[in-house]
Structures are given as structure tokens and as C-alpha cells.
């Protein structure tokens, strides 16, 4: 399940790209999982992560990309606690020859913390928008990650107010719209319950930068689909780019 502070960084993409997207404090909630007020209204965000095939047997094309996932969170929550007021962009390219294992993931993260730390880039120079370092092998060798990482870009901008590390992967990407439907079609069953505390509510079906996720943003070229939320977007969090489906 995707961190709160992963769908938080989703949103604030939605504020700055999709037209009429709430503009309000985010407050955490469960059904749905965030509650907006504007003037005297409540409006719902319930937040989906698109993931190719998934149902509710599971997704098994997602189990490697989920671990490599949760080594980034545990980095970052593990980096953050120590700098609380600086936010990085990480973008890890790992090694699909060496598996990593739940088990192993929480030592490997302490790791990829520490090498983050040592790489951490300089304040942009007034007029840039961000600064960068990248890993060289002799920085993974120090650190016991040569045999896990390939790539390692570390990008600070100025200003920001969250870090996204993530681990961003090829893969095919979709135009199953059936696929899609299915799986916002499964998010309505806890209308009825979202109306009792909201005036409206959005879904937002997103997609990150992992092969299992992606979907192709031209097949949603035009397309509408009937949705008992009052609004339904499709986000490519990675680039940003949307496609209003409903509302």
C-alpha cells in the first residue's frame, strides 16, 4: 500500500496540473483518504495507484518492484528524520540480477540513507532550478550497494516541500482500458459510506514510475467513463500529464 507521504507528493502534482482539482488543506482520513474543506464544503479524495492486472488475488508482476519501492521509503524516512527540512529528489536504477528480499530491504535502505547523505548536491546556484550528484562505482562500492544499483541520481530543488525517491523502470505500458474500468469500478463500493461526510468526491487513479503501473496516456485520449464519483482522474505522476475521465 502506498505511504501517505507518497500520495501527499501525488496531490500536490494534481494541484498543479488538473483544472478545478481542490485547492485546500489535505486533511488524512480513511474512507475516503483525504478530506478538503472549501468554504462550507467537505470534499473527498480517495486515492488509487494503477498497478496492470491487479485484482483482489493480487498483482504478481508488482512483488519485486513493491520491495525495490519500500527499500526507497525506508531510505528516505531514514534520511528525512535526520535533514527534516530537506527534500530530495532520488532516483535509484537498481540491479534485476540481485534479488532483493523484505528481509534484507531495511539494511539495504540504511545503505542507499547513507550514500544519499555523502551525495547530497549544493543549494541551486541563483537562476537554476535544481542541483544534481550522481553516484560513481567507487561511491556504490563504499557503501556495499555495487552489486544492488546501477544508477544513483540524487537532485535537490529550491524550493521544495516534500522528496519523491522513487525507482524508475521500463516497461510496457498499457491500453487495457477494461483493466483500468475494473479497477476504478472496484473503488466505488464505499460511495455510499464517502457521502455521508463529503459533498463531493474525487478518485484519482495515478500511475508511478514502475513498469507493472504504466499506461499509455494517448489511449485516454478523449476517453469518458460513467463513475458514481463526481470526478475521476488519471495521473502519470512521474511526468504529470492527466486525462479528466469523469466529471
Known sequence: MPSKE????????????VPGFPDGLARDSESPDFLVSVGNRTIGIEMQEFIQGASVAGAPAREAESIRATVM????????SRHPDTYLYVYASWNRSTALNRR????????????VENLMPPSPAPGQVMSR???????????????RLTHLHVLLYSPATYGLWASPEWGIASRDLDDLKAQIQAKESKIATYRQS?????????????????????????ERIE????????????????ALLAG
Request: proline share 2%.
Open 6 to 17: 507518497v500520495e501527499r507528493a501525488v496531490l500536490a502534482v494534481c494541484l498543479k496540473t
Open 73 to 80: 521509503r525506508m531510505a528516505q524516512q531514514e534520511f528525512e
Open 104 to 115: 534484507t530491504a531495511p539494511d539495504v535502505a540504511r545503505q542507499l540513507a547513507f550514500l
Open 133 to 147: 550528484r550522481e553516484a560513481s562505482y567507487l561511491d556504490l562500492e563504499n557503501t556495499a550497494l555495487a552489486d
Open 198 to 222: 463529503c459533498d463531493e468526491i474525487w478518485l484519482v487513479v495515478y500511475a508511478l514510475a514502475l513498469p507493472s503501473g504504466g499506461f499509455d496516456m494517448e489511449a485516454l485520449g478523449g
Open 227 to 242: 463513475s458514481s464519483f463526481d470526478h475521476v482522474v488519471f495521473l502519470d505522476a512521474v511526468s504529470g500529464t492527466y
